[in-house]
Each structure stands twice: as structure tokens, then as C-alpha cells.
């Protein structure tokens, strides 16, 4: 998976309560990605970060935000979990360069949240 | 806005059958286009991508895919189908240049089942 570790891999958690998913990287690569894959609707982009502490926002953000305080880490947090925000997460990083055909993105092996 | 759609949200194939997912997308201006592989409960693998140049497309695992402009679509192929082929497939898309260029849209994705 790239250098690109997901924790926790598993979460079962209460309507209401704060989450953070951590998304940690050891590519150095300077964008960022967070999805949520649920069945019918592939994948849907909740934020990126193109920097440390250059963030914004995806496709459906809301609900959510994140932080990148250095390279290698990019958090995802619910701040009030609901229980339309049970999915699967991954994250995805890809490095920036000239050369555009080579910003691929590559994923991690994904959060498994349930929000009950 | 960029949109790609996959026909067909379930496929099925004989073990030695042809393998055909199709992928179309909307832009008037030809984007990357990626195909990504995921085996249950994994994250995404990328299988190929097509920027620039030669049409058809090789990538790993037996599979290619044709760029036809005409027609908008990225198909992906594989002349003869294993047991190990069956996973979800996504067809993405970015435009390459210009404000978040960098962003993948995905199509919802396309499960391929093997019959033996």
C-alpha cells in the first residue's frame, strides 16, 4: 500500500461521539486524500490537503474536517458522528510534479467505521 | 463538471471468457484516465493510466484498456478471464491541468464475478 498506513483499520462507535481517523504516510508526498467508499456511490473525495496546513474541501465535506500539522499525517475527524457517516475511508496520497502523468494516487487499506 | 460513469454495476464471466468493463466520461477536454483494481476488503490498486499518446494501454495483471475520444470511453479489456480477476473495478478520471486538477472523480464501480 505505498507507505501508507490507516488507524485504526476498525471503529465501531455511538451516534454523537468525536472520531478521528489518522491517515500516515512515508513517501514524503505532499497531496492528500480522503474518500469514503459506500456500495452504489464508488468513491466520493471528503477532503485534500496539498501542504502541511493546506487543506480543503472535497465533494461531501460536510460533517467532517482535517488536519495536516506535518507531511506525513493527515487527520480525519468527525466531529459528531451520525449514522449516515458509516462507510469505509481511505486515504490516498499522490506527490506533485511537472510531469502531470505521474500524480497518481495511491491508497491505503481503508477504515472501517460504524456508526451505531 | 467532470463526471465518468461505468455501465454496469455487476458483471459476470466464464473463467477463460472475455473481460469487458466500460467506462465512459463526460469532458470535452480529454482527461487522465485511470483504472483501479480492489480485491475484498483492501484498498485500491491502480491497474493502469492513460495521459498522453498511445491509445491502447497495458497494464498489470493481463488487463489493457483503448482511449477513444470519439467515443468518450476508456473500456477496460482482458482476453481471458481467472478465478483471480474477481474484485471491483473503478474507472477515474482527473483533468491534469488547472485548480484542483488534482482530484480524482471515480465512477461507482463495477464488481467482475468469475464463473468457474
Known amino acids: 500500500d505505498a507507505g501508507i498506513t490507516q488507524s485504526p483499520r476498525h471503529k465501531v462507535t455511538e451516534t454523537g461521539t468525536p472520531v478521528t481517523l489518522r491517515c500516515h504516510q512515508t513517501e514524503n508526498h505532499r497531496y492528500m486524500y480522503w474518500y469514503r467508499q459506500d456500495p452504489g456511490h464508488g468513491l466520493r473525495l471528503i477532503h485534500y490537503?496539498?501542504?502541511?496546513?493546506?487543506?480543503d474541501k472535497g465533494e461531501v465535506s460536510d460533517g467532517y474536517s482535517v488536519s495536516r500539522s506535518k507531511t506525513e499525517d493527515f487527520l480525519l475527524t468527525l466531529e459528531s458522528a451520525t449514522s449516515s457517516q458509516t462507510s469505509v475511508y481511505f486515504c490516498?496520497?499522490?506527490?506533485?510534479?511537472?510531469?502531470?502523468?505521474?500524480?497518481?494516487?495511491?491508497f491505503g487499506a481503508g477504515t472501517r467505521l460504524s456508526v451505531l | 463538471a467532470q463526471s465518468v460513469t461505468q455501465l454496469g454495476s455487476h458483471v459476470s464471466v466464464s473463467e477463460g471468457a472475455l473481460v469487458l468493463l466500460r467506462c465512459n466520461y463526460s469532458?470535452?477536454?480529454?482527461?487522465?484516465l485511470f483504472w483501479y483494481v480492489q480485491y475484498p476488503n483492501q484498498g485500491l490498486q491502480l491497474l493502469l493510466k492513460?495521459?498522453?499518446?498511445?491509445?491502447l494501454v497495458k497494464g498489470i495483471n493481463g488487463f489493457e484498456a483503448e482511449f477513444k475520444k470519439s467515443e468518450t470511453s476508456f473500456h477496460l479489456t482482458k482476453p481471458s478471464a481467472h478465478m483471480s480477476d474477481a474484485a471491483e473495478y473503478f474507472c477515474a478520471a482527473h483533468r491534469g491541468t488547472g485548480a484542483g486538477s488534482y482530484q480524482l472523480t471515480f465512477g461507482k464501480g463495477t464488481k467482475l464475478s468469475v464463473i468457474p
Open positions: 490537503s496539498y501542504g502541511v496546513k493546506d487543506t
Open positions: 490516498a496520497i499522490s506527490e506533485r510534479s511537472m510531469d502531470l502523468a505521474k500524480n497518481i494516487q495511491y
Open positions: 492513460y495521459t498522453t499518446g498511445a491509445t
Open positions: 469532458s470535452s477536454v480529454p482527461p487522465y
